[in-house]
């Protein structure tokens, strides 16, 4: 029976409440505050509304060369950070990808019905494969859009929290389900992407026109250094000659950045923030900044490190997220070879 099957019906614990699946890549020693205040700070909030599965996608990281020692320690490190951030096993599932089988296994059918001129068009493959030059990009880089969509509808996820450069993944994961439930019959649930608008968006401390990233690191706070670096580099961070603490993201772009990291960090508005420093000049707005990031991210760093010392613990919490993701996934995969005429 191809119709009949209602594809939000399978592995749904609760009717009623929206599904929702995230990934992060484990490609760096620390997340960033960047991170955290783009999409981490909303997948802990996304908890309390929602059937919330958050995955720490390693098979993601291998598209481009990874050594497997640092592989290891980063997707131990990343996961023990979710930890420390708020996201809670006892309201997520939360899992490393490469321990659930059934990402790969959908991600196998789903590069069979996508067009190799489809797959052509993403552009975060030509960014990303024209740095290396793109002869050199592995295979796995190019298909890298399409397992991100079988993460995504081997759950039956409502929503997706990305960021903006990810819309056009979500669009390819939506014309895939679509493409899918019309030849085989339903299957996959259509996921809409939920581009986090209102989170802010963190700039680089040295250069306040780029997105704070891990390639440059003096622009960078990365959640686990320790108070003396984030507070030097918060000191370190470029200003402008106009002396004038003001929110004006096109003339002051340091300045703004600051702002906005001292009223996401405090829960505060803009004007909020800007009004507490009129008249002051920007050492007092970049103390503020410091100890405002560092109250935060110090004790994230200690929670994480409680967790990695803990190494027989962290491995239940993540053997017993895989287990959880794996029942519902497995499921869906099970329906998707059998849709497709495949035996298990
Ligand atoms: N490509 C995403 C990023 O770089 C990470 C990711 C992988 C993801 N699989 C996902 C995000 C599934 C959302 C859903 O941000």
Not at 194 to 219: C, E, F, H, N, Y
Not at 278 to 294: C, P, T
Not at 296 to 303: D, E, G, S
Request: contains cysteine; proline residues 5%.
């Amino acid at each position: 029976m191809r119709a009949g099957v209602l594809a939000r019906a399978g592995g749904r614990q609760n009717g009623t409440m929206q599904r929702v699946l995230s990934g992060i890549q484990p490609t760096a020693d620390s997340f960033h505050l960047g991170n955290y205040l783009g999409a981490l700070r909303n997948w802990v909030t996304l908890q309390d509304t929602s059937e919330a599965f958050y995955a720490v996608v390693d098979l993601h990281a291998i598209t481009v060369p990874t050594d497997p020692e640092v592989l290891l320690e980063r997707t131990r490190t990343s996961f023990a950070q979710l930890l420390a951030l708020g996201v809670d096993p006892a309201k997520s599932t939360i899992f490393v990808q490469s321990q659930v089988p059934a990402h790969a296994e959908l991600a196998w059918l789903m590069q069979c019905i996508t067009g190799f001129g489809e797959a052509s068009r993403m552009t975060q493959f030509k960014d990303k494969s024209a740095k290396s030059g793109a002869s050199n990009a592995s295979v796995g880089l190019f298909t890298y859009p399409i397992l991100q969509a079988a993460d995504i509808l081997a759950y039956s996820a409502d929503v997706v929290p990305v960021g903006e450069d990810q819309r056009q993944h979500l669009e390819l994961t939506r014309d895939l389900a679509q493409r899918f439930n019309a030849r085989f019959g339903e299957t996959f649930v259509v996921p809409e992407p939920l581009i986090l608008k209102g989170a802010a968006r963190v700039a680089d401390l040295q250069t306040p026109t780029a997105k704070m990233s891990k390639s440059a690191p003096p622009g960078c706070l990365e959640l686990l250094e320790t108070q003396q670096a984030l507070t030097k580099k918060i000191k370190r961070a470029v200003t402008d000659s106009v002396g004038v603490v003001a929110y004006d993201p096109q003339e002051q772009p340091g300045v703004a950045n600051l702002l906005e990291i001292l009223a996401a960090l405090t829960n505060s508005s803009i004007p909020e923030v800007t009004g507490q420093f009129a008249g002051s000049g920007y050492g007092a707005l970049k103390g503020a900044v410091a100890d405002a990031v560092v109250s935060f991210a110090v004790p994230v760093a200690t929670a994480t490190r409680e967790y990695l010392a803990d190494p027989a613990t962290l491995d239940d919490i993540m053997n017993a997220g895989a287990a959880k993701a794996q029942a519902v996934a497995g499921a869906k995969v099970a329906d998707a070879y059998a849709a497709m005429g495949l035996r298990r």
